[in-house]
């Protein structure tokens, strides 16, 4: 198990990127190289991405804790998943540093509801990482998607959202299909009044729509941001003004590796402006709340 009081710090939105049972689709390589021009990123230009067991050996020697999924958009993008069953096995075996999420397709219904149940209790997966850009849905559509998250409500999982602008399909002919008016944060303020209980992640900073989800995390008790995907350098003012304040307690870091590194992000959080008594609340101690770590217990060891 994650050893919570002595990590640098916890990483809330880590991917398993490359294919686990076979070679990379038709058109997964083209994909991942403009996904590494957006973020500027070389790794996955014209190489193979790291593996889970890599990502984990990358954030052991850094002692920092990761949250790590996949992205189950196979009836969008026409990608085999990576496999959530693996990925948790593999986390597993890593537990000393991986905290396993996954990824069910919402529009697989009871089908998926099963699945998210199955994976909560017999695997261990402690949240559920959703991209309705990449997966083609409204969060808010009850009948697209509600049979799977009433599922993570009743399992008691974390879920997160991708929120905001994609560098998914970004520069490509058409964005790759992707469609970024699923992903404004209001649509979660919904989720939130109908799944009160269900801690809910709003992942990057909701650009264009910043304010937006600044608002449903401000106003609404189980909603929380992670603040990955951008550079803290790039962090729009009010969106730094709600992390030193209102939202200190609600914000978390998070890379976006492997598009995004911790040693980059990290190193812009130092130079960013934010407040000495909250940098701890976002490195680390906001993500031991949210996982149902026992700090008290922690400090008294």
């Not at 790590?68 to 540093?97: C, K, L, M, Q």
């Not at 998926?112 to 850009?133: I, M, Q, S, W």
Request: glycine content about 8%; hydrophobic content about 40%; some cysteine.
């Amino acid at each position: 198990m994650v050893d919570f009081a002595s990590i640098e710090a916890i990483d809330f939105h880590t991917h398993a990127e490359e294919p686990c049972c076979g070679p990379r689709d038709d058109g997964y390589t083209e994909f991942q190289a403009a996904m590494a021009k957006y973020f500027r990123n070389p790794a996955g230009a014209d190489g193979m991405l790291p593996t889970v067991e890599q990502t984990a050996a990358h954030y052991r020697a850094r002692n920092i804790a990761a949250v790590i999924f996949p992205v189950d958009a196979e009836r969008e993008t026409g990608f085999n998943r990576y496999s959530n069953e693996d990925v948790a096995r593999i986390a597993a075996e890593n537990d000393d540093i991986l905290i396993p999420f996954a990824s069910v397709d919402p529009h697989k219904g009871r089908a998926g509801a099963r699945e998210v149940r199955r994976l909560a209790r017999d695997f261990g997966v402690r949240g559920f990482k959703f991209h309705p850009t990449m997966q083609g849905f409204f969060p808010n559509d009850r009948a697209a998607c509600y049979d799977v998250l009433e599922a993570c409500a009743e399992e008691g999982v974390i879920t997160l959202f991708h929120t905001g602008q994609t560098g998914v399909g970004s520069g490509m002919r058409g964005g790759m299909g992707m469609r970024l008016k699923y992903s404004n944060p209001m649509h979660l303020d919904d989720v939130a009044v109908d799944f009160p209980d269900m801690p809910i992640v709003l992942a990057h900073p909701s650009f264009p729509w910043t304010e937006e989800g600044l608002a449903v995390a401000q106003h609404k008790p189980n909603v929380y941001v992670d603040m990955s995907g951008w550079s803290p350098k790039y962090f729009p003012e009010i969106f730094v003004k709600y992390a030193n304040s209102i939202l200190k307690r609600k914000m978390l870091f998070g890379s976006d590796w492997p598009a995004i590194t911790p040693d980059r992000w990290l190193a812009d959080f130092a130079d960013a402006p934010i407040k000495d008594e909250v940098r701890p609340l976002i490195l680390k101690e906001n993500a031991m709340r949210l996982l149902g770590v026992d700090q008290a217990a922690l400090s008294r060891a």
